[in-house]
Each structure stands twice: as C-alpha cells, then as structure tokens.
C-alpha cells in the first residue's frame, strides 16, 4: 500500500506569509494526525481527525494554525500568518482505527522554515 | 501530564559496539511504551512498543526494550550495531487506559552515528 504522503518535503517562507501544508493518509485510514517537532526539541502532538472530524485539537499552538479534512480524505494545515517560532517539522500519520491494533503510519514530514 | 526524558542526545559508536540508550518517562499510571526510529530522510518508523505483559520486549532489527516500572525506564538496547542503524531515535509514551498509538509524548531524540 501507499503510504503517507505529504507536501511539500520543504518550505521557505518569510514572517507574515501564509503557508498551507498537505497530508494524504493511506486509503481507508479515518484517523490522521498532525505532529510537530520545532528544531531539538520533542516531536508534539498537534491535533487528530477522525474522518471529517476534528476529535482532538489540543495541540493546536494557536489561532494562526488551521487544520481541514474536507470530505475526510486529505488533511491540509494552513499557518496564516506565520511567525518565526513557526519554523520545524510537521508530521502527519494515519491510523486504521485507535485500538492497540492500529499502529501509526507516519509521513516524511515536511520542514517549513520561517525567515 | 506526561513527560519523556531522553538523556543521549548524540551518540557515536563503532560498528559491532553495544547500544544502549536511555529514556525514562514521568508518569503515575499504567502506560504504552514505544520506540520509534527515522532513518536519513525516511518517515518514521515504529521500533517496537510496550503495552502489557513481558516488560522485555523485541522489536525489529535486533533491537529489544525493557520497561522497568519501578525506575519509569524504558531504554532501547543492541548487542552489536552497524552502520545502517546510523538514525535518530524517540521515545513515546502515552497513558495505557485512554488509547494505543495515540496522542503519544515523545522525547526530544537521540542521533545514532554508527562508524563503519
């Protein structure tokens, strides 16, 4: 099977512009999520749909961040504007379900620096 | 809430040398334990995981955890590593009621640097 994908593998912006990241999960995964590792530190959990749904969005840093999953496919992550401490690595996974018998599959990430 | 502390930040060895990293975890109740690995401009890759029963436990590539509660340990070891282990390592940790692989606390990483 395809894994998951997401898009771009980088991006350079400069402070105050908007930046929109993709994630395609693996077909018939309901359950993505979006993960961030800011340089050296902890990889951090940001939020997780559930199909279409937005089950968990904790993580979400602040308003600037806006996550969609229109039609329960895609994921998109939008940061508008963005800020220097922005700048890291965003990862998105997927999941069959959310048992003990769902293992998360992760993309390669996509590493935005903000300038 | 949960913590994960990863004391090996970068750690360098000859091939054939033993691995041993650390990761403890800060947290009061029963808890999924996991390794994961990234490989040179790979994604992520589960390891091997902790959820109950033996606390010695395998994963891929001859690589074995063992969670020792009482010291809220959970530390990766390898009899003899080689160069493609060359990655960078997390520890997870998530509360064991609330879900399996999910909504995990990682650690901040270790750089495995094998030397051929």
């Known amino acids: 099977e395809a894994g998951v994908t997401q898009f771009p593998s980088h991006s350079v912006i400069e402070k105050g512009q908007t930046v929109t990241l993709r994630c395609d999960p693996i077909?018939?995964?309901?359950?993505l999520y979006w993960y961030r590792r800011v340089m050296g530190k902890e990889i951090k959990f940001l939020l997780h749909?559930?199909?279409?749904?937005?089950?968990?969005e904790s993580g979400m840093p602040n308003n600037r961040f806006l996550a969609e999953r229109t039609g329960g496919t895609y994921s998109t992550l939008k940061v508008q504007p963005a800020e220097l401490e922005d700048s890291g690595v965003y990862f998105c996974a997927s999941s069959r379900g959310q048992g003990l018998n769902s293992p998360l599959h992760f993309g390669n990430g996509t590493r935005l620096t903000v300038t | 809430a949960q913590s994960v502390s990863q004391h090996n930040h970068h750690v360098i060895l000859s091939e054939a040398a033993s691995l041993e990293l650390g990761c403890n975890y800060s947290?009061?109740?029963?808890?999924?334990l996991f390794w994961y690995v990234q490989y040179p401009g790979q994604h992520l890759q589960l390891l091997l995981k902790y959820f109950s029963g033996d606390p010695l436990v395998k994963g891929i590539k001859g690589f074995e955890a063992e969670f020792i509660k009482s010291k809220f340990s959970f530390n990766l070891r390898k009899p003899s590593v080689q160069w493609s282990d060359t990655a960078e390592y997390f520890c997870?940790?998530?509360?064991?009621?609330?879900?399996?692989?999910?909504?995990?606390?990682f650690g901040t990483g270790t750089k495995l640097q094998v030397i051929p």
């Open positions: 749909f559930v199909k279409e749904s937005k089950q968990d």
């Open positions: 947290y009061g109740g029963t808890v999924n």
């Open positions: 997870a940790v998530n509360a064991g009621r609330s879900g399996g692989y999910q909504k995990v606390t």
């Open positions: 077909s018939g995964h309901d359950n």
